[in-house]
């Protein structure tokens, strides 16, 4: 955690409270590498699907870093899943764009871990995991997220988490990331008072 100020007080970001930094994260993401070969015993039939946007870059990472630790080079796919969510009818204004998924293997038979930023309801990947199974039959899936904030609204858990992040339902959780973004931080913003 950045405190660059004189006096030692903590560094506020344009926009939010830092909880990570890129040092953090690389920490973080490293952790989870080794936690994914324990648990399954290696890189056997492993594959590392990506939720578009934050997922994406963070399954690239970490099959760069399983094949450091494994010796194997793991497959990595990306996923769009806006077809998938369920809060189209509550926000028909707010559909984003469509992106396209880029699986390049057979997911049929695979041990599957799906990637994301950011836990938080667990819509997003339970839309992720009806994408996936649109796709073949995974041997299993795994989630890792690089953080798990809370305030789930489905019984769906992580199975490697890079920080537990305590937040209020209403704060907002803004993942940076270098390959989007150019920097890797993580903010925590407060809801705007109402005038």
């Known amino acids: 955690m950045e405190t660059g100020s004189a006096n030692g007080e903590e560094r506020q970001a344009p926009g939010g409270v830092p909880v990570l930094d890129a040092d953090d994260i690389r ?6 590498a080794h936690e994914i070969v324990e648990r399954n015993a290696g890189a056997q039939d492993l594959a590392l699907v ?3 946007t934050g997922g994406a870059p963070l399954a690239e990472r970490l099959a760069a870093l399983l094949q450091q630790i494994e010796g194997v080079e793991i497959p990595v796919g990306k996923l769009d899943i806006g077809l998938y ?7 028909p204004a707010g559909r984003p764009a469509l992106a396209p998924s880029a699986i390049p293997f057979d ?3 695979k041990k599957i871990v799906l990637v994301d930023d950011v836990l938080f309801t667990g819509r997003t990947v339970r839309a992720a995991i009806d994408a996936l199974m649109d796709l073949g039959r995974p041997a299993g899936i795994q989630l890792a997220v690089l953080l798990d904030r ?10 490697f988490v890079g920080k537990n992040l305590p937040t209020a ?12 973004d150019g920097e890797d931080r993580v903010f925590i913003r407060k ?4 005038p």
């Open 27 to 32: 920490r973080a993401l490293t952790r989870i």
């Open 50 to 52: 990506g939720v578009r």
């Open 85 to 91: 969510r369920d809060d189209y009818a509550v926000h």
């Open 107 to 109: 997911v049929t038979g």
């Open 150 to 159: 809370g305030h789930r609204e489905l019984p769906i858990r992580a199975d």
């Open 169 to 180: 339902r209403q704060e907002h959780v803004q993942v940076l990331l270098r390959e989007t």
């Open 191 to 194: 809801p705007e008072a109402a």
